[in-house]
């Protein structure tokens, strides 16, 4: 994992760094506007993230079923919770990039849904390593995307599609704004991007999982090449800058390096206070 983390972190600070002075300069030489590919990128780059996430929420709605012990009320009520909100998610991204969703919606939430399902079914429900790394994904997912929600809101960065002069484009760290305008004004961070690193989990799951060696190389070759497709499909297309894309990436990254260092020492002091709140609850009875 930290060989990992410091890969990724090192690459991403690098690029932060030419972002910061190139920023205008990289998105005035790659924007092409409206093209097949920067279109399919839009609609369907936070596809991938979505079924893994369904993925992830399988494996554990599988265990919570399977598995008997003291909090599984409270584990499936969870694992309700996680479903609802994040097929609700994906239903609401589907709507938002889709001109004309007409059928898109429905039929492709099926799909998704059922393909995870029945693949979260093959995982075997005795290996706790796959149940930890299916947590640290779902954790990961909905608190890098809160965090990437609130400074989108809060830094208001104008897209470069909208007629943004390649001279006049100001620092990354610097707010334009704060609660104002609309979608135009969402650039920074890329929640695009933030959906295409999530992805990485699964590159960090197979080298710690000990998966085979063609194994791993197919998983990172394939994950990579779609963040690398996702971030020129949204360079090209004008709708993020360099560091939107960069700082996303950063997040996750660091989110995830967070969740998985401190999540398994939190469930287990929660199990342990739970524990004795109920022993001393039936000593009083």
Known sequence: MKVVFYS?????????ML?????????EMLYVGQTPYTVFIHRFGHMPNYWMLFLAVGVLFKHAILHRHAFKRLTLLMMVLFSLAAVTLFIGTVWRY??????????V?????????????????RN??????????VVTFFIAYLIVATLKFVWMRERFMHGVDPMDVGYWFVPEGFFVGGGQFTSFPSGHMTSATMTMVFVVAARELKAGIVVRVVIAATFGAWLGLVALGRLMGGYHYLSDL???????????T???????PI??????????LMDELKRDE
């Open 8 to 16: 990724l972190f090192g690459l991403f600070t690098a690029l932060l």
């Open 19 to 27: 972002a910061t002075l190139f920023d205008g300069a990289i998105s």
């Open 267 to 276: 469930i287990r002091w929660l199990e342990t206070m739970t524990r004795k």
């Open 128 to 137: 706790r390593r796959y149940r930890e790394y299916a947590l640290i994904y």
């Open 246 to 256: 960069v700082v996303a990436a950063i997040v996750v990254v660091v989110t995830m």
């Open 109 to 125: 939430t099926l799909v998704m849904l059922v393909s995870a399902a029945g693949l979260a079914v093959l995982f075997p429900e």
């Open 98 to 107: 889709f001109d004309r969703p007409g059928f898109t919606v429905p039929l």
């Open 258 to 264: 967070l969740v998985r260092r401190w999540l398994e």
